[in-house]
């Protein structure tokens, strides 16, 4: 891994050219972009093969540029103050002068946010005049990246440059919380939604139902564009079996996620094991029964979304 200030210098000089580079973050890695520039953010669309309805998440170093684009709020501060830098994701209210490109807010007044906890992601950003456009660099509705070659494999010769910063920690995209009325999350993510539910001592529901606000809100997403199966307990023949606690039998059909039933190291190893039993051409995947709760929950829903294709 080579990440020295000259690596950060040569990403800045692609993304100030208003080139699409790929960034580590805590979650997943990131198709970044200059979000104040069409050209650069078109880029990101045209790359991922997303639809132009499916709003971006904008990454920021800090409050004080923040502030230039957002109406920020209370129940924001109280949530950044717990939770940011790091995995979660807030909807605000933009502001009428902000500079963000339409291209990332589907000509809605408001935007997602949040501030990366990974230390090759901040430095960069606080080298950068703007905020950075980031969904996670991979093609539309496909499995997300964990590590610079996965980021390969999505994008090969088409993308110039990729930062290198190891395996990211967390392996599922931040949950995203709307703050402009009622509290909502409408993506779940990094950190459980009971977790911050707590902390609010209020209640917060997932609305999973709601008009395309953010990301990771279609039928179809995380997706190996495989078939496959929940709440398995013995997998067909030839059938790549996930499981999240250890089995007194050996078979090459077995992945694991986690040997001791840990569902955050288990959501952290889904979507690298998601693309092993890709490319070890497994025809279908069954998946044990994950509890249903804390990162279960995030698993689960990722599982429900990868399995919706035709």
Known sequence: MKNNLSNIKKAVKYLNKNQCIGIPTETVYGLAANAYSGVATDKIYKLKK??????????????????????????????????????????LRLKKN????????????????????????????????????????????????????????EFGKKLSFVLDGGQSKIGVESTIIDLINKPQVLRLGGIPKEQIKKYLNQNLV???????????QGKVHYSPYIKLRLNVKNPKNKEAFILIK?????????????????????????????????????????????????????????????????
Not at 105 to 122: E, G, M
Request: charged share 30%; hydrophobic share 35%.
């Open 98 to 153: 902000s500079a963000i490109s339409k291209n990332i807010t589907n000509k809605k007044n408001s935007l997602a946010v949040r501030f990366p906890s990974h230390p090759i992601a901040r430095r960069l950003l606080k080298m950068l005049n703007y905020p950075l456009a980031a969904p996670s660099a991979n093609i539309s509705t496909k499995i997300s990246p964990v590590s610079k070659k996965d980021v390969k494999d």
């Open 50 to 91: 997303r639809p132009k309805n499916n709003p971006l998440i904008v990454h920021y170093s800090d409050l004080k540029m923040l502030k230039q684009d957002c109406e920020i709020n209370d129940l924001f501060l109280k949530l950044y103050k717990k939770y940011s830098p790091g995995p979660i994701s807030y909807i």
């Open 206 to 216: 997932y609305n999973k139902k709601s008009k395309i606000k953010t990301p990771g």
């Open 246 to 310: 250890k089995r007194k039998r050996v078979a090459a059909n077995y992945f694991y996620l986690s040997k001791g039933n840990n569902l955050e190291q288990a959501a952290k190893n889904l979507y690298k094991t998601l693309r092993l039993i890709k490319k070890s051409k497994f025809n279908s995947i069954a998946v044990e029964k994950i509890p249903n709760k804390g990162f279960g929950e995030v698993i689960n829903d990722r599982l429900k979304r990868a399995s919706y294709f035709k």
